[in-house]
């Protein structure tokens, strides 16, 4: 079993910028994917970012590109979120995942909130 744990949320300003982790632990971990999603009250979960795990290829969503940046540490077992330039419409709580590479999320963490003030 493969746990993901999220931290670096909190509140923020508008413009302001957060690093947001995932660490994951249990048997031995070697995805093929990492992503970021995140969910606003009242809204569905979206995609936000991933990157996989070997080649450290991205892929983000439109609204985050050129804000946000995914990233990797192998030997941490860790996954990174830089949010910059932040707005009150990202506001929502960020969870991570993992996916072997079937097409589905195998791994979820719980969640870490983010909020970002005007």
């Known amino acids: 079993q493969v746990q993901l744990v999220e931290s670096g949320g909190g509140l923020v300003q508008a413009g302001g910028s957060l690093r947001l982790s995932c660490t994951a632990s249990?048997?031995?971990?070697?995805?093929?994917?990492m992503g970021w999603f995140r969910q606003a009250p009242g809204k569905e979960r979206e995609f936000v970012a991933r990157?996989?795990?070997?080649?450290?290829?991205?892929l983000y969503a439109d609204f985050v590109k050129g804000r946000f940046t995914i990233s990797k540490d192998n030997a941490k077992n860790t996954v990174y979120l830089q949010m910059n330039s932040l707005k009150p419409e990202d506001t929502a709580v960020y969870s991570c995942?993992?996916?072997?590479?079937?097409?589905?999320?195998?791994?979820w963490g719980q969640g870490t909130q983010v909020t970002v003030s005007l």
């Open positions: 990157i996989t795990w070997s080649g450290g290829v991205t």
């Open positions: 995942a993992s996916s072997s590479g079937s097409g589905s999320w195998n791994y």
């Open positions: 249990g048997r031995t971990f070697s995805p093929y994917t």
